[in-house]
């Protein structure tokens, strides 16, 4: 599945990888990520990620196994891959694929990042293209970048793709009740969609209750329709569909 848009509020670096660890370990993250942000909150969230992926012990900020010992440059099945003048080339994208035909070496995951992966040259994402379509089990993609535009449009819709937003922030307290009509009536903007997921994915966390995870996962799916289409009627009605009839007004 393809989402073009998710939503996370990332005012502190560590929030964002909360999202995204609790995800992973819900078995919701996908192979091949995207992550858009800000150079700093890029690589952080690389080491992080990084970090989880790789560990051979609990997947936590306490563990001291080999690989949580060893430096992510160092690390048998961590393979990176940044621009030689200006880009990332084919021959670089094919002998890092190439080492996914083994298993890992030591962790449960071998993972190829890329970073900024807008430097992918046309080849080279092409290339890259065809192996995202059917990765081993045990492969993780990372492309990071805060020029997604840049990324040709048939390797985005093989990612699944995390924008930080900067310093948006859930609703206010006074807007939250208005949220559902808004979706109803309003012209449906990134922006609303982006704070509906904040909203849901609060209340799914002050609830724990399911429903809200589905409603979540509907906006995104919903905001993915969105940028593909530009169907509001269609973007609107999912998102409805999937909103817990006990709360509906």
Known sequence: MSWTLIAMRNSERQDAFSELQALYRQGRLAQALLIS???????????????????EGTQDAACTC??????LEHHPDWIELNPTSKTI??????LAVS??????????????A???????????????????????????YLLL???PDGILPTVKSRLQHWRLVGEEKTMAAEDQGNLLGRL?????????????????R????????????????????????????????????RILRSWPTRYAR
């Open 37 to 55: 942000a800000e150079p700093e909150r890029s690589l952080m969230l690389r080491d992080l990620l990084g970090r989880l992926w790789l560990c």
């Open 66 to 71: 080999r690989s949580c010992q060893t430096a």
């Open 89 to 94: 080339h084919i021959d670089d994208v094919r």
């Open 99 to 112: 080492t996914m035909t083994v298993a890992p070496t030591w962790s449960p995951a071998k993972v190829i």
């Open 114 to 140: 890329l970073y900024p992966a807008d430097a992918l040259g046309r080849e080279a994402a092409n290339y890259l293209l065809k192996h995202l379509e059917e990765p081993p089990r045990f492969a993780q």
């Open 145 to 147: 970048t805060n020029a």
């Open 184 to 200: 109803k009536h309003e012209k449906l903007t990134s922006k609303i969609l982006v704070q509906a997921c904040y909203w849901v």
């Open 202 to 237: 609060d209340q799914y966390y002050t609830t724990h209750e399911t429903d809200w995870l589905s409603v979540w996962e509907a906006i995104i799916e919903a905001s993915g329709q969105l940028d593909l289409n530009g169907n509001e009627d269609l973007v609107r009605a």
